[in-house]
């Protein structure tokens, strides 16, 4: 069973910057696809952004250019770069095992001044 474990949400100004992390436990991360996606007050969960087991990388038309997905397979962890954050990135940040029903609990990223 893959366990996902969301962390590195919080408070960010317009314009600034967070790295959120999912830590994948019950495999070995760099056999996986991995997403994030994420779900904003009163709105459906959206895709943001997947990393497979390749290494290759697909956004979201709303994040390409200022989000990176990433990972790190010594830590089995992946990684969102958010960068130039907007007040309707504000969400609800879930990684995701590609194509499965394990998600993590999420993570709170809210962009306010």
């Not at 949400?9 to 056999?31: D, E, K, N, T, Y």
């Not at 994040?63 to 990433?70: A, C, E, L, M, P």
Request: with cysteine.
């Amino acid at each position: 069973q893959v366990h996902l474990v969301e962390s590195g949400g919080g408070l960010a100004q317009p314009g600034g910057s967070l790295r959120l992390s999912c830590v994948v436990s019950g495999s070995i991360v760099s056999f996986l696809d991995m997403n994030w996606h994420r779900q904003a007050p009163g709105k459906q969960r959206e895709f943001v952004a997947r990393i497979t087991s390749g290494g290759s990388t697909v956004y979201a038309d709303s994040v390409k250019g200022r989000f990176t997905i990433s990972r790190d397979n010594a830590k089995d962890t992946v990684y969102l770069q958010m960068n130039s954050l907007k007040p309707e990135d504000t969400a609800v940040y879930f990684c995701n095992q590609d194509k499965t029903k394990n998600w993590g609990r999420g993570t709170q990223v809210t962009v306010s001044s």
